[in-house]
Structures are given as structure tokens and as C-alpha cells.
């Protein structure tokens, strides 16, 4: 699996942490490289939730409620992970 990096980012660890100030060699040996649009992936948890009646889980970033759990959260698009439970007392 391709691993993407942020090249603005690589820039200014490069200038900050390695004291190199004269990046325009490197600029040029990156643009060589291919780029891609890549989207941040969010990532949540369901959770047991007694808020509502009807709806049994809710997503740990958004609070969304939903009847049955699903592979991302239809409120706010994050890929779900491992279900949390939480104990009501
Ligand atoms: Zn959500």
C-alpha cells in the first residue's frame, strides 16, 4: 500500500529540524515524485448509548445516533473502529 506524505510539511521539518535552509535541491528531487489528491480519513467509534428510544448507537466524534452500526458514520462520513461500550449507571 502507497504511504502518502505532506510535502509542505516534509519542507518545513526539513528547515526547522535538520537546519537545512537551502531546500531548492530537495524541492527539486520531490517534484520528480508523484503526487495524489489523498482525503485525512476520520476515524470513530460506535457507542452504546441509551439516549434516545429508538436509537441504540451513537458515534464517538459527531454524537450521531443510529439503530445499527455500520462501517462509517452516515452523520459525518468517519471510518468506524472497534465498538466502545459504555456502561450507564
Ligand atoms: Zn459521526
Redesign the pocket.
Given at each position: 500500500m502507497a504511504r502518502y506524505i505532506d510535502a509542505d510539511q516534509c519542507d518545513e521539518i526539513i528547515e526547522k529540524e535538520l537546519g537545512i535552509y537551502d531546500t531548492t535541491e530537495l524541492k527539486e528531487m520531490l517534484s520528480y515524485f508523484p503526487t495524489a489528491d489523498v482525503q485525512e480519513v476520520?476515524h470513530?467509534e460506535w457507542i452504546k448509548t441509551e439516549r434516545s428510544e429508538y436509537y441504540n448507537w451513537e458515534?464517538?466524534?459527531?454524537?450521531?445516533l443510529v439503530e445499527f452500526r455500520s462501517d462509517y458514520?452516515?452523520?459525518?462520513?468517519?471510518k468506524m473502529v472497534e465498538e466502545k461500550v459504555k456502561e450507564n449507571n
Open positions: 476520520k470513530g458515534c464517538s466524534l459527531c454524537n450521531g458514520c452516515p452523520e459525518c462520513g468517519a
